[in-house]
């Protein structure tokens, strides 16, 4: 569709000029708005829809990628920790290693000392059996000279019958001292045998202590590598912290600007919203009780134990995350009680002939009290409610003739009255603006008008004030 034909068809959806007739203090005054002012009011409108919706999404977005970035924190955070703990199990686990390489050389200093000793044993048995070796071949060379002796002299037997019988008892004598020395050259030859077996015992348990040190060092130098390894990755890992660190900085800079926008916007919204309840005369702290519910509790009840965050990273842009949080739950309070409040004229063409309050009764003449506004108006003019709702009652009520009454939540109720016909039953939910009769004179009524109500718990209020109210939200 081009532009001329969008402009044409919005030319013919908005009426050329609309009248507003004002009576106040027996003053009659006249609004009158063109067509381009309307189409300004509804651009506008248009406008600040989409300001709030791009605003939600922005601060959508941004809760996302706080809640993703504090995810990747906390991973970092594990890795380090786990990192950490494996690198203290192996320092213990080659402290205890250590350990038992020092007690494994000591014992083997102890068994190479032992060892050295036999060997010093040994070498004195050796010499001991080898002295033994001598004097027993040193007897065996007496005897056999005593034997060649006694052969030499057997001729002469008588002669030397007594230096045989001395030589016979130095030979047994011999023979004795020779069979001590076969048995102490017996033991030697055992003492020797028992301390090889114990030698090769020590060299046994030598060669195992050596081959148990191998697997230790090789144990140590794996631990070391292992131990470099992990160093290693704990740079990257820092070098990595270091690096989010930095983006988050950067985000929590960029976090603050956007908290900042968002806090003023809020701020900006309530205030606007706020001047409007107060010209309606609203209760604003108990309507934003009634639409939040329990979490109208949030904006000022607040209390429990002191579980200080100040030293912990983004303490302060989490406090003032809350504080805008706060701002934009009473925002998102306004906006909803916006929706139950009946800001809008229930007729297209409004002209005031009875104020709310004092005044003069049509058909006595006396001072009464008048609970609504009274709208002049040709008869069969269709009646719109005034804010989304469900009718409570349809009927006729007396002097106000026939009547229907909408409930728009939170207390707030709307009467319209001496209808001519009703367009509505009672239970049946209404939207902003939709019809539901046409002006009459029913009931106790001089003429054909519209006679409508604001209830709030049960009390009227001025209609006159939530009209100006109006005029300021659909101006702004």
Do not use: C
Not at 140 to 151: C, F, G, H, K, S
Not at 169 to 186: F, N, P, S
Request: hydrophobic share 40%; net charge neutral.
């Amino acid at each position: 569709m081009s532009y001329s034909k969008f402009i044409s068809l919005l030319a013919r959806m908005v009426p050329p000029r609309r009248e507003f007739i004002l009576r106040s203090g027996g003053h009659v005054r006249y609004l009158g708005v063109g067509r381009f002012g309307q189409i300004s009011f509804i651009a506008f409108v248009a406008l600040i829809v989409g300001w709030l919706g791009f605003s939600s999404a922005g601060y959508v977005s941004n809760a996302l990628v706080v809640a993703e970035r504090n995810v990747r924190i906390a991973t970092s955070d594990r890795v380090i920790r786990n990192m950490q703990d494996e690198i203290d199990n192996l320092t213990r686990e080659l402290e205890k290693r250590a350990g038992s390489i020092d007690q494994q050389v000591a014992a083997n200093a102890q068994i190479a000392e032992r060892n050295a000793e036999l060997r010093d044993e040994l070498e004195n048995l050796e010499a001991e059996r080898t002295r033994l070796t001598e004097i027993r071949d040193a007897r065996d060379r007496d005897v056999a000279q005593l034997n060649q002796d006694l052969d030499r002299t057997r001729d002469g037997q008588a002669d030397i019958s007594r230096q045989l019988s001395d030589a016979r008892k130095r030979t047994k004598a011999e023979q004795a001292e020779r069979l001590k020395l076969a048995k102490k050259i017996e033991d030697s030859n055992a003492q020797i045998a028992r301390l090889k077996d114990k030698i090769e015992e020590a060299n046994q348990d030598q060669r195992g202590l050596a081959d148990e040190l191998q697997l230790a060092r090789n144990a140590l130098e794996a631990t070391a590598e292992e131990r470099a390894r992990v160093a290693y990755e704990r740079g990257l890992l820092n070098d990595r912290v270091a690096n989010l660190s930095e983006q988050l900085e950067l985000f929590a800079s960029s976090q603050s600007e956007s908290i900042n926008r968002l806090g003023e916007s809020a701020n900006q919204g309530i205030s606007a919203l706020e001047r409007t309840l107060v010209v309606a005369g609203l209760d604003i702290p108990l309507m934003l009780e009634r639409v939040l519910g329990e979490r109208s509790e949030l904006l000022e009840g607040v209390g429990g134990p002191l579980l200080s965050l100040d030293d912990e990273p983004g303490s302060e842009t989490g406090e003032r995350l809350v504080a805008v949080e706060q701002r934009l739950l009473r925002l998102q309070g306004l906006q909803g009680l916006m929706k139950h409040i009946p800001f809008a004229a229930p007729l297209d063409e409004v002209r005031l002939s009875s104020g709310f309050g004092r005044r003069r009764d049509p058909f006595k003449n006396t001072l009464a009290m008048h609970p609504g506004l009274d709208f002049a108006s040709r008869k069969r003019i269709p009646i719109h409610v005034t804010a989304p709702g469900t009718v409570a009652f349809v009927g006729w009520n007396g002097g106000y003739g026939k009547t229907v009454e909408v409930d728009h939540g939170l207390g707030i109720r709307t009467r319209y009255a001496h209808m001519s016909r009703i367009f509505v039953k009672r239970g049946q939910k209404l939207e902003f603006r939709e019809k539901v009769g046409l002006v009459g004179s029913t009931g106790r009524s001089t003429s054909n008008h519209l006679h409508y109500e604001i209830m709030v718990d049960g009390q009227q209020l001025d209609p006159a004030n939530f009209l100006r109210a109006g005029q300021y939200v659909f101006k702004n």
